[in-house]
């Protein structure tokens, strides 16, 4: 595992001087892959160009939570990755880790072979944790948000669960090969339901009851028309929480995890839910490399496969703030 060196000291320091209150948590979002990286890709999309603009909004409605008075919200926001970067697991982790981060909150996008696999999820490290808790909240958010299939509350052994220091969740949007699926993810509306899906969970974890912001003192950008929370639902009504039937004949649920088949990092399905055993309990999968992937995006590729001489070029940076990103 490579222990990687925090290289962004200057952008670092520049955050770190922040935390004007107390209480605010100092939450970390980690959009997903990037840079060379594409993350999973399918219908016209890559997943890292998404999950960015996810966690973008999420990051702009943490901001605006703090700024706005009557949710309670008190926040602090660091991302990884605020471009199309490459950087590495371990320095996703390591950053995180250096900044103190409260929480950790990964974004990705699923995918598979079979386009029938469908459906969101979202893991932790391990259950009984901080960190299973607040996935627990994230995914009831998220399907509450899309109504897309519900895969359940996973574990699984990813270098950025397993490394970093503070609860932390990843999350799995949908799946980018899954005509359904993909609807969402291309749908501006429904990403800025995703980052409230986060903000919600994110409130609820830390006792605040649920709270949109209202329009910031900046100007609202006059595009993008927002859709409402549940615009469509392309799939079936879904199933509760937990683990996964294994012997569910659901034919959209064809072992959906590891696309990437050919990364010689992926230790294998670490969080395959539909595995005998199901609920893609943690796994041997950890390995050596610490390029473990995230499920059925390939994160692994962003590491082991990638670019070495990347890996210790941390571009993690202090999240500006962007008027009418939304
Ligand atoms: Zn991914």
Known sequence: ??????????????????????????????????????????????????????????????????????????????????????????????????????????????????????????????????????????????????GLRNRGNKTANFAVLRETAMPAELHELGFITNSGDAVKLASDGARQSAAEAHLRALQRHFGLAPYIPGPADEPDDPGEPEEPDQPERPDEPEQPEGPEDPDEPDPGDPEPEDPDSEDPEDPGDPGDPDAPGGNGDTTSGDSSGGATASGGCAVGAAVGGGHPALLMLLVAWAVRRRPGRR
């Open 1 to 146: 595992m490579i222990r990687a060196v925090v290289v962004a000291v200057a952008a670092v320091a520049a955050f770190a001087a922040a935390p004007a209150v107390a209480s605010a948590q100092l939450i970390a979002i980690d959009p997903g892959h990037g840079g060379s990286d594409p993350g999973a890709v399918g219908s016209g999309m890559q997943e890292k160009e998404i999950v960015l603009d996810v966690s973008t909004r999420f990051a702009d409605l943490l901001r605006d939570d703090t700024a706005d008075g009557r949710g309670g919200g008190q926040w602090s926001v660091i991302m990884t990755r605020v471009g199309d970067e490459s950087v590495s697991l371990a320095a996703r982790a390591s950053f995180a880790n250096s900044m103190g981060a409260d929480r950790f909150l990964s974004i990705h996008a699923n995918a598979f072979s079979d386009p029938s696999a469908n459906g969101t999820e979202t893991f932790s490290f391990s259950e009984g944790t901080t960190g299973a808790a607040l996935r627990n909240l994230v995914q009831e958010e998220m399907i509450a948000a899309w």
